[in-house]
């Protein structure tokens, strides 16, 4: 009888092993898929609550800041947001578009951070946050190489400007200049076109790139005249809801000046160093 005892004794002791293994074993599978979820979260989000990979948006062809060659889109400000990116420590996802759904983008969530020659302006602030101004511009004018009659922005009065869609040059003629017409166009070479087919007077848009295109395309159909108009700074520009990334981008930004790549590539592009 006693053995029996026993035997029952331990057949119970050995069930009770079972079931308290069993136990351990649904807390580490558990743990295990707690670390899986930690995983794949260290994927979405770098130091500090950053993601690892950011869509960052640009525009199809704002030369010298932003245009296609031999299949790969180059420029200035593809240079400047890889090494803020390198800095920071994310990958970049670029995405081009028109100039006009760059802003609108952003505000959907399609990207994440928008570069693209973009100025700083209290209207845009309302709908997306900058960064720091890292490029100082303004609005100069184009016309063509034999036109004697316009010298200045006074001279666009009653006349057609090409000009980009969506652009602050756009406001500015259809603001400053009297009875002036804004051909707006989605590509800016069509911009220039324009102009030289004589379908437009003049273009006004940011002065480097006006700048740029008559040095490399138009030296011998387009000239600039007049000043350097309303002064202008262009900022990186991030969906709503990102001050932490807003503040280790400006910290890139400010790094990258202090060490000289952000003179670098500066000189790369515009052929001189900032002033």
């Known amino acids: 009888m006693e053995i029996k005892k026993r035997s029952l004794w331990g057949i119970l ?9 069993a136990c351990g074993g649904g807390g580490s ?13 260290s994927e979405k989000s770098g130091d500090g609550g950053l993601k690892d990979t950011y869509t960052v ?8 800041f932003e245009f296609k060659e031999d299949g790969e889109y180059v420029g ?3 240079d400047l947001i890889n090494a803020i990116a390198d800095e920071v420590g994310f990958e970049v996802k670029l995405e081009t578009t028109n100039f006009d759904g760059i802003i609108p983008g952003l ?16 209207e845009r602030k309302k709908t997306v946050d900058f960064s720091d101004p ?13 036109n004697k009659d316009i010298n200045g922005i006074e001279d666009l009065k009653e006349k057609t400007v090409a000009t ?23 590509q800016l070479d069509q911009a220039y076109l324009a102009v030289e087919n004589g379908s437009a007077d003049a273009i006004l848009y940011d002065s480097p790139n006006v700048a740029y295109y008559i040095r490399t395309k138009g030296e011998d159909s387009l000239k600039m005249v007049g000043d350097l108009y309303q ?43 900032p002033e």
């Open 57 to 64: 948006a640009s525009d199809t062809s704002f030369v010298p």
């Open 107 to 122: 505000q959907t969530g399609s990207f994440d951070i928008a570069i693209a020659g973009i100025t700083i302006t209290d």
């Open 13 to 21: 002791l050995i069930a009770m092993m079972f079931v308290l293994a």
């Open 164 to 186: 980009r869609l969506g652009s602050t040059s756009a406001d500015y003629i259809k603001k400053n200049i009297e009875g002036a017409k804004a051909s707006q166009f989605e």
């Open 29 to 41: 599978e558990s743990t295990s898929g707690g670390s899986d979820n930690a995983d794949k979260e």
């Open 76 to 78: 200035f400000d593809i």
């Open 231 to 273: 002064a202008e700074q262009y900022g990186i520009a991030f969906a709503k809801g990102q001050d932490e990334l807003v503040s280790k981008v400006n910290e890139a930004l400010a790094s990258l000046k202090e060490s000289g790549k952000y003179d670098e590539i500066y000189e790369k592009w515009f052929g001189e160093k």
């Open 134 to 146: 890292y490029y100082d511009a303004g609005l100069r004018i184009g016309v063509a190489v034999d």
